[in-house]
């Protein structure tokens, strides 16, 4: 069965400094990935998604990803946070079915 | 555009009574989706509907649970009665005609808890 595992509850990191979120996934063909943010008291915002082409994925807000199948993962990066950037992050996998399923999500704080 | 619009945005409820949460989804959105995101674990997907039928409540408690979707607009989720476990963040979703190319928009969620 498909399944996306973030190993990170929890990540605090600086302001200014680099991030990296780590996702990986399990799923027998090629994968449709995606990352999500939800800050305090919100929905889920669309970060980036990969389906194909390119392994290396550009989002919104400075995010990428970068796709690796041999390590069948799906790590998001940003060069420098900034505070604004304190929310919870899910990675998803999209099935067969095209259902979409969730990772049980990153706290990233920052301090200042 | 508008976005998902959801309410009420917070609920408490003692076990045993019952409760509804009203979706209204991006205009021209085909597809709708609830979602049930318990603390400290990813959304989970309840129901499905494309326009007003039902595509997906393999995971919907029916014995508990009911949504609808009359017109293939607004969308209604109802639980009677509802458990303690059921305390949890309800997001609605919708998409323009589902699938892979078909971004979800969220709602803000409404946060039930049940005492």
């Known amino acids: 069965a498909q399944s996306v595992t973030q190993p990170d509850i929890h990540i605090t990191v600086s302001e200014g400094a680099s991030l990296e979120l780590r996702c990986n996934y399990s799923?027998?063909?090629?994968?449709?990935l995606f990352w999500y943010v939800q800050s305090p008291g919100q929905g889920l915002q669309l970060l980036l998604k990969?389906?194909?082409?390119?392994?290396l994925v550009q989002g919104i807000k400075g995010f990428e990803a970068e796709f690796k199948r041999s390590q069948s993962s799906f790590n998001l990066r940003k060069p420098s946070v900034h505070w604004s950037d304190a929310a919870e992050y899910f990675c998803?996998?999209?099935?067969?079915?095209?259902?979409?399923?969730f990772g049980k999500g990153t706290r990233l704080h920052i301090l200042p | 555009e508008a976005g998902v619009a959801q309410s009420p945005r917070y609920k408490i409820i003692e076990k045993r009574q019952s409760v509804a949460f009203w979706c209204n989804p991006i205009?021209?959105?085909?597809?709708l989706y609830w979602y049930q995101q318990i603390l400290g674990q990813g959304p989970k997907l309840l129901i499905q509907?494309?326009?007003?039928?039902?595509?997906?409540d393999s995971q919907l408690p029916k014995d508990r649970f009911s949504a609808e979707r009359l017109k293939g607009v607004d969308s209604t989720l109802k639980i009677q009665p509802a458990k303690l476990e059921d305390s949890a963040v309800y997001l609605c979703?919708?998409?323009?005609?589902?699938?892979?190319?078909?971004?979800?928009?969220f709602g803000n969620g409404t946060r039930l808890t049940v005492t």
């Open positions: 979703a919708s998409s323009f005609q589902g699938g892979k190319n078909s971004p979800l928009h």
């Open positions: 799923y027998g063909a090629t994968p449709y």
């Open positions: 990969y389906f194909s082409g390119d392994t």
């Open positions: 998803a996998v999209e099935n067969r079915d095209d259902k979409i399923i």
């Open positions: 205009s021209g959105h085909a597809t």
């Open positions: 509907f494309q326009n007003n039928g039902v595509v997906d």
